[in-house]
T-cell receptor
Framework: KNQVEQSPQSLIILEGKNCTLQ??????????LRWYKQDTGRGPVSLTI?????NTKSNGRYTATLDADTKQSSLHITASQLSDSASYIC????????????FGDGTTLTVKP | GAVVSQHPSWVICKSGTSVKIECRSL??????MFWYRQFPKQSLMLMAT?????????EQGVEKDKFLINHASLTLSTLTVTSAHPEDSSFYIC???????????FGQGTRLTVV
């Protein structure tokens, strides 16, 4: 069964600090891995998308890494801001017509002043 | 990125009535649209996959007669919650992609409250 596990479940950091969120998956065959940011009461917004051949991708202060061999990804947030407080969701898609997207449960990040 | 517009953002309805939620891809043609339901502090739960011009594929446990999905064009899919009950109150989100399992763009969500 395809699974996506995110850790930690929740995280509290001080404004200006860095943090790293983890995503481990068992989806196979692998197509792509996406990180989304979801503010409370809003739809998810795409941060990064990585395919098998990509091992790092940046979007401003967000940097995602992918190790397809160990099936692990991380999302690193640099110089956190109060507006980074949100839920971060890792989504992994399988290859082929039968491939589906599997969602992680998300990491809730709270940035405090 | 591409824009997906979901309407309405919130709706309150009486038990027994039906509610229609629209999902539009504004600047691209979406061959596939997805409908999700999300309970507080939980992740998105896929309800159904909608392909233009064909019947939707529902996930196990989702009642197709209760949650009617119509994907009439490459830019519009609708979800109708029929005979709504308070337990249907939830946050409903759609997403759309040009090609299956590539970048998916999400709508802003619809908060449904059934009273």
């Amino acid at each position: 069964k395809n699974q996506v596990e995110q850790s930690p479940q929740s995280l509290i950091i001080l404004e200006g600090k860095n943090c790293t969120l983890q995503c481990n998956y068992t989806v196979s065959p692998f197509s792509n891995l996406r990180w989304y940011k979801q503010d409370t009461g809003r739809g998810p917004v795409s941060l990064t998308i990585m395919t098998f051949s990509e091992n790092t991708k940046s979007n401003g202060r967000y940097t995602a890494t992918l190790d397809a061999d160990t099936k692990q990804s991380s999302l690193h947030i640099t110089a956190s801001q109060l507006s980074d407080s949100a839920s971060y969701i890792c989504v992994v898609s399988g290859r082929g017509n039968a491939g589906k997207s599997t969602f992680g449960d998300g990491t809730t990040l709270t940035v405090k002043p | 990125g591409a824009v997906v517009s979901q309407h309405p953002s919130w709706v309150i309805c009486k038990s027994g009535t039906s509610v229609k939620i629209e999902c539009r891809s504004l600047d691209f043609q979406a061959t596939t649209m997805f409908w999700y339901r999300q309970f507080p502090k939980q992740s998105l739960m896929l309800m159904a996959t909608s392909n233009e011009g064909s019947k939707a594929t529902y996930e196990q446990g989702v009642e197709k007669d209760k949650f009617l999905i119509n994907h009439a064009s490459l830019t519009l899919s609708t979800l109708t919650v029929t005979s709504a009950h308070p337990e249907d109150s939830s946050f409903y989100i759609c997403s759309a992609s040009q090609v299956l399992n590539t970048e998916a763009f999400f709508g802003q969500g619809t908060r449904l409250t059934v009273v």
